[in-house]
């Protein structure tokens, strides 16, 4: 079936570091993949997302590209802040498939020192 | 307010006790989600509702029901709470159909419980 993985972690980086945080899919049909945002002791809330391969998501100086020959939505930052702490998880949503669920990774925690 | 509400916040229950937990939205969205997250799991789908009458289970539906009440509430209820059920849960809704929208969730602040 339909998967998700990401890498683990935590990550810690410095403030004003560069972030990538990887993410690879398997899906039959033709995913739609989202990037989610949960801050300390909030639920998740969207924090981009792309419908379509080559599509760039971008939001708050993230950014992902859907890239179909390489099954990846990699995220990334130019420049972390504090404020970025939290677990990123990566989604992807096969409306060509059965209901259309999101499927999540397990999470990367990252933290950002100041 | 909170569009996505859940009640409790936290709760702790002992083994075998019947336990309910509530969600309700003032967003307007026909499907509601119930979710539970575990460390280093990620988040697992346990129920979801596309509508009052469409109930359907998720990918760890066992020991676990739902009901829904009302386009705005839907409730989570273990029937027998077991200790490995202790985890994070979060209630979530969202629109329906293929449009801008499409796989945006919007979550509760999730409900912390503990089964001793």
């Known amino acids: 079936g339909d998967s998700v993985t990401q890498m683990e972690g935590p990550v810690t980086l410095s403030e004003e570091a560069f972030l990538t945080i990887n993410c690879t899919y398997t899906?039959?049909?033709?995913?739609?993949l989202f990037w989610y945002v949960q801050y300390p002791g909030e639920g998740l809330q969207l924090l981009l997302k792309a419908t379509k391969a080559d599509d760039k998501g971008s939001n708050k100086g993230f950014e992902a590209t859907y890239r179909k020959e390489t099954t990846s939505f990699h995220l990334e930052k130019g420049s972390v802040q504090v404020s970025d702490s939290a677990v990123y998880f990566c989604a992807l949503s096969d409306y060509g498939g059965s209901q259309g669920n999101l499927i999540f990774g397990k999470g990367t925690k990252l933290s950002v020192k100041p | 307010d909170a569009d996505v509400t859940q009640t409790p916040r936290n709760r702790i229950t002992k083994t075998g006790k019947r336990i309910m937990l509530e969600c309700s939205q003032t967003k307007g969205h026909d499907r509601m989600y119930w979710y539970r997250q575990d460390p280093g799991l990620g988040l697992r789908l346990i129920y979801y509702s596309f509508d009052v009458k469409d109930i359907n289970k998720g990918e760890i539906s066992d020991g676990y029901s739902v009901s829904r009440q009302a386009q705005a509430k839907f409730s989570l209820s273990l029937e027998s709470a077991i200790p490995n059920q202790t985890a994070l849960y979060f209630c979530?809704?969202?629109?329906?159909?293929?449009?801008?929208?499409?796989?945006?969730?919007?979550f509760g602040s999730g409900t912390q419980l503990s089964v001793l």
């Open positions: 979530a809704t969202s629109v329906g159909g293929q449009g801008p929208g499409q796989g945006k969730l919007f």
């Open positions: 899906a039959t049909g033709y995913p739609s």
